[in-house]
């Protein structure tokens, strides 16, 4: 077995061994703490330019399978962990983990120390590094975390968004005679959705509450997707700082007041730009599948996915028409927003969950009800 | 929703005693309630029967009573107490019924007492069978499909339909006698005719087979407002067949993706709501076939189960405390994390290292039963291991269990192997070590076992590294390769036999090359937040989050698993003695690894280690924490066992000196000693050969006593009338232990034995309880019933004890607690035995007394002198404790679990728990024990009563007592005639073998109320055998000896004479109080 080294743009060295591609590779390095559910990680968009730590310690077990794959491929620029299962042990599995990320040429360094990392990145914050295989220069590979580039300012949207118009009619499959889900409603609305990075979970959601579904470029302009006559605009989730993207925000404000929209995490961030707020960036990001949300409205508490290293300032919103309507419960960050008098709304969860509770799919109801309300 | 105003009284309900499926775990979730309700300004009162717990302590509650959990007593608590509410869902399946029963009664409607936690139609939907198919269909989750029938033709034809196999359930026979499972039409009409006959009812449940799918278990937790949260997944190792308690667990879930986990979330959820559970904690259990990922809910518990004590131990949460909380109205988000502060308990745990629980299992204490697992509860104990991964944890758990066996090489035949894998065993798990070594695949071990494929991996490649290490030696093994080792969870020892090295070499030979253990945090959210909890647990990760302080600290260790002999008492000294430790002054670092005890609570000690009680382990977290001392004399045996290792590696145990313990184990120095002193002691000898014991047998006279030396709880201890006996109990004990030496004691027959517990400062000796046991010497102390104060000893007796108790703890220079237990024959007083160290009555002198013994002795190992707790004892210093009423303790046993054992007292400990009777005479006290420990002596009916020839006198003055309260006597044709004899009117009953109707078949109609069956004394009957066991299986009280039958016609007057009466420790002990202020 290969040896692997993990550099940090602090100098902070992690050893460990080698599985996946044996590529180098760089990126922001941020952790998440889900216990379930690494396939749809490393497969979320949203993962773009950033190397991933799952403090669960195991992982792999489960092998991969088509039918958890949130998009045509991974995201994740590499992934750490402590163990990486030898084998796949899962009546779904079609391909061990380690494989599946190696044929799409992402490395994995194994037998890391993951703990002591995440508590690095919790005390100095999200910190740049490079994976790389075989004998090295550390020095080197410090220098080359250090010029990789930062989040904060970059436009990732633009690589990961679709570049071609496209519609989609899948919605959830169950996966096991015991996975008795609902049907899909009939189609009644036209959805356009903002492809920024999307995760499959939220289409088969949306074609769950009877959406047509047309996803469109993210540097789509308000008047195109107007003239699709949509029921109702989604604004997905997708990588990195919302700040650099005006061309989205712009289109986005055009869009307020003429049509239902509904946005989900960067969505819900461009939304919030869209309203005249800021966005900030969080020092190691929310990443995990347990952040307790609290509904201001029905004052119960969900427990939620999340993804996301920016934050909306709720200050940079007080004067606005905004209704601050879901709150963090760890930190108080702003996790949902609407619109007073528009039928405007995101949240900067999850709700879609893959991975996840499901505690929160009713918001893709909600945006139906809203989508219904203004058909009349 | 803050927390409630309208309520101002709560009442707990405890679990009682400790027996199998029910052990400290609920003392730990009522202990963290009665804080919690406390901390929040409840007045609490409290019910449960079992006096070694920490929740009987009186400073738990408000009023503490140790009495019966039945509904009369429960009833007079409510009636004395007025409570506005009833807890229920902290005090197991126990509090759980006794709740319901209290309902239906109509006591709490009478006394306006409301039902928090679980309503009562909720318990009665979950655990009714059918209702709770219902609701589960009704919500749209699959249950296995199962059909009651009372005939074969109607099981053929489910049976057709659902196909084979099919598991077969007669309805209400004991222990699951009759059922089985059916694999073709021909196995169907077999069992389900016999079935059919055994069930009361004549009524069947054929059901579908799950046998083999993949089990879990979710602890879920639910406040008033509908927030729900999931604390824990649990992977179940052993597959669907093996009762959970019995089954290696996982936590968390191992081999789900997360959209099948999510889907098991969201059925645990709606399971809840649909149930009806408002508050609390519950634990949702599944099946899921591997083959296909179907799903089937298996049972919910709308309660706080050994689940959540494995679950709040496995990730930091504590479902107890908080499910108190959320009883008197409080909302999860309105409830802090303790252990981040800044964050809620409205959250999921998530955990970034593997937890392993593995059971105990003590077959070997009930010969007759066969040693395999299915669906009935077999485990007496349990340990976790948390690890950074499966492995690690794995092995850390296989060393916690201190079997003795550290690798697979112990003793394990290859031609068993198959049959060890197929059939669900304790040893299973060895043999699929051993069967990986000899060269199985893993499809093979998975064909025959059905455990998940990956689990399998992980054991063999561990199987694979230790191989690997064969005929190598220390020094050739690299930096990387002994850190893959350690982190893969071998044991220094476990290196150390493979490589036929001593382990403190290996521990060299790794220190040197800089592999050492350090210390990561149980946080609950993988680091994501800061901790501020010391809860901790070893890994050979790269970086140590230890964090030790430079207070004054003080170490204790902790007892381990349960055992029988080793239960929740040395549990409850080792949390006094934290507590005490923290009134000192000092920090105390609790080492532990039994996840269903207080001790293993964050909150309990400043600092926790959730380790293995290894020398390795131990030392590890020795290094890095320094303490002042190290506490060895709480935590039973196993500590002991590492106390002189310890101490000749510089560890300074505080307290009695290692040596003196020891010095009172070793035959030899501890017979001088007795023979300075000269205090007398039965004759006896030691032998480690066949040879040797028969000699000394023959030189000491039968009957002897022979027993291993260093065990608790009278491990394979026989008493032997003759010479065939002691050779076939050589035989077996050298295939044990060859190093230590056989004892072998002359036998006192008839004698009476009593067990003292003392405190000593090396000035003064105060003797805290003489209890005079109930059953003659013989019978191991821990099976016998005891009484405080003594009711049969002469006043020079009580002298001679006192006096020799108080010179051998000079003489051992006993500094802390001391137990001895005496023998008195003919008004001679005979030392038994002597251990400076707290033993199995502690908690129940502490609690008759109301002197915190367990506190006093961590005094003195500090230095403290008895004169400094004058405060505390009423002012005495030399002398005795004195006590206001009679208290009894009684065992309880586990006779019920394993069919075909004979019930009948002897020297092998037995019993798993116990419980407290308290009474303004001895009957009351007795009655009262013996109703609490599930044994209750009838006021009337019939008594059955058989005794050997040397027992008749005493039996017809027994039977004559219960004539006179009215009761009908039945007796076999011996026992008949002497009662005949003495006037007094019976029936003759026939033996088994002598014809019907028997015995067995009076007490299947349930004509007998009673039961008296002395054993022959060498050996016993089948036939008495026989007759014992059915009384166990048709619930009626049996008494094996003379001894409890005199008892139980004190008992019995006392029920015909006396009140229902109940007192509080608090009430008892103010009046103490107060006396001892007056004198």
Not at chain 2, 421 to 446: C, H, K, W
Not at chain 2, 843 to 866: C, D, I, N, Q
């Amino acid at each position: 077995m290969d040896q692997a080294v993990l550099a940090l743009e602090d100098g902070s060295i992690f050893e460990g061994t080698s599985f996946g591609a044996p590529v180098e590779s760089a990126g922001e390095v941020v952790f998440n703490t889900a216990i379930t559910g690494y396939q749809e990680i490393f497969t979320d968009p949203s993962y773009c330019g950033q190397i991933v730590v799952l403090t669960n310690p195991q992982i792999g077990n489960y092998g991969a399978n088509a039918a958890d794959c949130e998009s045509a491929s991974p995201y994740i620029e590499g992934l750490v962990v402590r163990e990486i299962s030898p084998v796949a042990s899962n009546w779904r599995s079609s391909d061990k983990a380690e494989h599946f990320l190696a044929q799409y040429g992402i490395p994995v360094i194994a037998d890391v120390d993951t703990r002591r990392l995440v508590r690095l990145l919790r005390e100095r914050g999200a910190l740049r590094g490079v994976i790389a295989t075989g004998e090295q220069n550390l020095e080197e590979l410090v220098q080359r975390a250090r010029s990789a580039p930062t989040m904060a300012g970059q436009n990732l949207v633009s690589r990961v968004t679709t570049a071609e118009v496209y519609s989609w009619t899948k919605g959830v499959e169950p996966v096991s005679p015991s996975e008795k889900g609902l049907p899909a409603e009939s189609p009644r609305f036209h959805v356009v959705a903002y492809d920024y990075g999307i995760k499959r979970n939220i289409l088969r959601h949306l074609v769950q509450i009877g959406s047509k579904l047309t996803v469109v470029p993210a540097a789509t302009s308000a008047e195109d997707v107007l003239a699709l006559k949509p029921d109702g605009v989604f604004l997905s989730n997708g990588p990195g700082d919302p700040e650099p993207l005006e061309r989205q925000s712009a289109q986005v404000r055009k869009l307020i007041g003429k049509v239902p929209v509904f946005g989900i995490c960067l969505g819900h961030q461009i939304l919030g730009l869209a309203f005249g707020g800021k966005t900030y960036k969080l020092k190691f990001g929310h990443h995990g599948a347990n952040h307790p949300v609290l509904n201001k409205h029905t004052g119960k508490v969900e427990i939620t996915s999340q993804n996301h290293g920016f934050c909306v300032d709720p200050d940079s919103l007080r004067d606005s028409d905004v209704e601050i309507t879901h709150m963090n419960l760890n930190d108080n960050t702003v996790e949902g927003m609407r619109h007073r008098n528009e039928p405007v709304f995101c949240v900067q969860y999850h709700p879609e969950a893959a991975p996840g509770p499901h505690d929160s799919h009713y918001l893709f109801r909600d945006f139906a009800k809203l989508m219904e309300e203004s058909k009349r | 929703m803050p927390k409630r105003t309208d309520l101002e009284k709560i009442l707990i309900i405890g679990s009682g005693p400790i027996i199998i499926g029910q052990a400290c775990e609920f003392d730990y979730s009522g202990a963290q309630a009665c804080k919690a309700l406390r901390a929040e300004g409840y007045r609490v009162v409290l019910i449960n029967s079992n006096p070694a717990t920490i929740m009987t302590d009186p400073e738990l509650a408000d009023q503490t009573y140790i009495e019966p959990l039945s509904v009369a007593y429960a009833a007079e608590v409510i009636r004395k107490e007025r409570p506005d509410a009833v807890l229920s869902t902290v005090g197991g399946q126990t509090a759980l019924n006794l709740a319901v029963e209290l309902a239906e009664s109509g006591v709490l409607d009478e006394y306006g007492v409301e039902l928090i936690g679980a309503k009562i139609d909720a318990i009665k939907k979950a655990e009714d069978r059918l209702l709770f198919k219902d609701a589960m269909r009704k919500i749209g989750l699959d249950m296995t499909q199962s059909q009651l029938v009372n005939n074969v033709e109607a099981g053929l034809a489910f049976a057709e339909r659902i196909g084979y196999p099919v598991i077969l359930r007669p309805s209400f026979t004991m222990g699951g006698t009759g059922g089985g499972i059916a694999y073709n039409r021909e196995d169907l009409v077999e069992i389900l005719e016999r079935g059919i006959d055994l069930s009361p009812v004549h009524e069947v449940l054929v059901e579908e087979s799950v046998l083999g799918w993949k089990e879990y278990e979710l602890e879920v937790m639910r406040d008033l407002a509908g927030n729900g949260i999931i604390v824990c997944s649990i992977e179940n190792f052993d597959p669907m067949g093996v009762h959970t308690g019995d089954s290696i667990t996982v936590a968390p879930a191992q081999t789900l993706t997360d959209r099948e986990y999510q889907m098991m979330r969201d059925a645990a959820l709606r399971c809840l709501n649909e149930i009806g559970v408002d508050t609390g904690g519950s634990n949702v259990q599944f099946a899921i076939d591997p083959a296909n990922g179907r799903m089937v809910i298996v049972e919910m518990n709308p309660r706080v189960s050994r689940s959540s004590a494995l679950a709040s131990k496995a990730t930091g949460f504590p479902i107890a405390k908080i499910a108190a909380k959320l009883a008197v109205g409080y909302r999860l988000d309105e409830i802090r994390n303790d252990i981040t502060r800044a964050t809620p308990a409205c959250f999921e745990p998530t955990i970034d290292y593997v937890v392993v629980k593995i059971p105990r299992w003590q077959f070997e204490k009930f010969p007759g039963a066969e040693p395999v697992l299915g669906t009935q509860m077999k485990s007496v104990g349990e340990v976790m291991a948390i690890g950074r991964t499966f492995k690690q944890a794995l092995g850390k758990g296989l060393r916690s269990l201190e079997t003795g066996k550290s690798s697979s090489r112990a003793a394990l035949n290859p031609v068993l192997i198959n049959k060890r894998l197929i059939t669900p065993n304790p040893e299973r798990l060895d043999y699929m070590r051993f069967a990986f070594e000899q060269g199985y695949s893993i499809e093979d071990v998975q064909e025959m076992t059905h455990i998940d494929p990956w689990f399998l991996r992980q054991i063999s490649e561990v199987v694979a590294e230790e191989q690997s290490l064969l005929g190598r030696t220390l020094d050739s093994i690299s930096k990387k390769e002994f850190r893959k080792l350690k982190r893969d969870g071998l044991g220094d020892r476990q290196i150390a036999e493979v490589m036929g090295a001593e382990p403190m070499q290996v521990r060299a030979a790794r220190k040197k090359l800089g592999i050492e253990a350090v210390f990561n945090r149980v946080d609950t959210c993988a680091a994501e937040f800061e901790s501020f909890t010391p809860y901790l647990y070893s890994s050979y990760e790269s970086e140590d989050e230890s964090d030790p302080t430079d207070r004054r600290k003080v170490m204790i260790l902790g007892s381990g698993p349960n055992r029988i002999g080793q239960g929740i008492e040395f549990d409850y000294c080792c949390c006094h003695a934290s507590f005490a430790l923290q009134d000192f002054g000092y920090e105390s670092i609790m080492v532990n690894c039994n996840p269903e005890t207080v001790s293993t609570d964050y909150d309990t000690s400043d600092r926790l280690y959730f380790e293995p009680l290894t020398q390795e382990e131990v030392l590890n977290i020795y290094d890095r924490e320094k303490p002042d001392g190290v506490i060895v004399q709480f935590g039973g045996q196993t500590p002991l066992n590492l106390a002189m290792p310890l101490k000749h590696l510089g560890v300074p145990i505080i307290g009695t000196d290692p040596s003196n313990i020891d010095l009172a184990e070793d035959r030899k120095l501890f017979g001088k000693l007795l023979a300075d002193l000269k205090i007398p002691s039965p004759p006896h000898g030691t032998a480690t050969s066949i040879e040797e014991a028969c000699e000394t047998a023959l030189r000491l006279g039968f009957p002897v006593l022979v027993r291993p030396s260093y065990v608790l709880g009278g491990r394979a201890m026989v008493i032997a009338y003759n010479e065939d006996t002691v050779r076939r109990y050589m035989q077996e004990a050298t295939s044990f232990s060859v190093k230590r030496p056989v004892l072998i004691d002359r036998f006192l027959e008839d004698a009476t034995e009593v067990d003292v517990d003392a405190l000593c400062d090396g000035e003064n000796v105060l003797i805290a309880g003489i209890m005079e046991h109930i059953e003659e010497a013989g019978v191991h102390s821990g099976d016998s019933s005891c009484v405080l104060p003594q009711i049969s000893l002469k006043p020079d007796v009580i002298r001679t004890i006192e006096d020799y108790t108080a010179r051998l703890a000079l003489a051992l220079n006993v500094i802390g607690l001391m137990n001895v237990q005496y023998a008195i024959k003919n008004d001679t007083v005979y030392v038994l035995e002597v251990n400076p160290r707290a033993s199995r009555t502690v908690p129940f002198v502490g609690k008759a007394t109301g002197v915190p013994l367990p506190k006093l002795a961590v005094g003195l190992m500090l230095g403290k002198k008895l004169d400094e707790f004058k405060h505390l004892t009423g002012g005495i210093v030399n002398g005795r404790l004195p006590v206001s009423h009679y208290f009894v303790k009684s065992p309880v046993f586990p006779f019920a679990k394993f069919p075909g054992v004979d019930p009948a007292l002897g020297p092998e400990m037995r019993s798993t728990g116990e419980v407290m009777g308290v009474g303004e005479t001895f009957g009351e006290a007795f009655a009262k024990a013996q109703l609490a420990a599930g044994t209750p002596i009838p006021d009337s009916g019939a008594l059955f009563i058989s005794v050997n020839d040397r027992d008749k006198p005493a039996a017809v003055a027994v039977a004559a007592k219960f004539r006179e309260f009215g009761f009908e006597l039945f007796a076999t044709r011996g026992t008949a005639a002497a009662l005949k004899h003495a006037n007094l009117p019976c029936k003759t009953v026939f033996k088994v073998n002598e014809g019907r109707p028997n015995a067995v078949d009076l007490l299947k109609a349930g004509k007998l109320n009673l039961v008296i069956y002395t054993t022959t004394g060498s050996h016993s009957f089948p036939d008495e055998q026989t007759i014992r066991r059915n009384a166990v299986t048709y619930r009626t009280p049996c008494i094996t000896t003379m001894s409890g039958a005199k008892a139980a016609v004190e008992a019995v007057a006392s029920r015909r004479r006396d009140p229902i009466r109940i007192w509080s420790l608090q009430e008892l002990h103010a009046s103490e109080t107060v006396q001892a202020t007056n004198a």
